[in-house]
């Protein structure tokens, strides 16, 4: 990039704090440090993919997907196997992934190193796909959002169907570059410039509210906060006594 570029991003973005480790100009990567791993994290959960499964079938998910899941919590991962089920160690390895930051093509090399390793006849999957898809049920629905790298705007609403910002008229779309090295600034189709993975609420709060345990601390305050006049929690601040006056059915849910 350019000097101008650079300062530009320096003066707008900074310099990434988490960034102690120079992955990026030559330094070894130790992975404690630049993600944060500590040696100390139990990644075990054999003892909880009963409720785990429990909890995703209290939500709205098809049923044969949840077959699926209950089948392979019970497949064993290879012919004798007593630690280890089919589940549990795409769970164990899924975690690993995200933890240390592998890419989807080094999980994907270790899957098959891992299935050649392990007895004829393991259930292990050998692509990083085919283990997103042992998952899939556990995923929450999410929406895409086209957005301006330097997030004027976000194409949806009176924007949705636009293909250049209106504040600074770049393109929505990745700038591509011709045969003659000439950049198409003017590109209306292709993979677009920036999205934002956007959560709804409605399902977020399905998924909290199919546990349990999670359920009673979102009740909390209707249920079982103390209303004795005494500043025991925020909630019993005159700020929230305010909130709960003018809006007394914020207050209850």
Known sequence: MSVSEIREHLLCDGILKNYTTW??????LDLP???GVSKDVDFSMD??????????RAGSFANVVIENMSNDAETPLYPGSTKFTRLSAVLRLI???AMNGWTDKSFTELLQLMKDMLPEGNTLPNRNYEAKKILCSMGMEYKKIHSYPNDCILYRYEYEDLRRCPKCGLSRYKV????????????NEGPPAKVVWYLPIIPRLKRLFANIDDIKNLRWHADNRNCDGLLRHPANSL???????????FGKE
């Open 239 to 249: 700020q929230w006594k305010k909130i709960d006056k003018e809006f007394p059915k």
């Open 23 to 28: 992955t990026w100009h030559g330094e070894l």
């Open 47 to 56: 003892d909880r993919l009963e409720d785990m499964i429990r909890d995703v």
């Open 95 to 97: 975690n690993f992934k």
């Open 33 to 35: 440090s630049a993600y």
């Open 176 to 187: 591509k570059v011709c045969q003659n090295d000439e950049i198409d600034e003017f590109t």
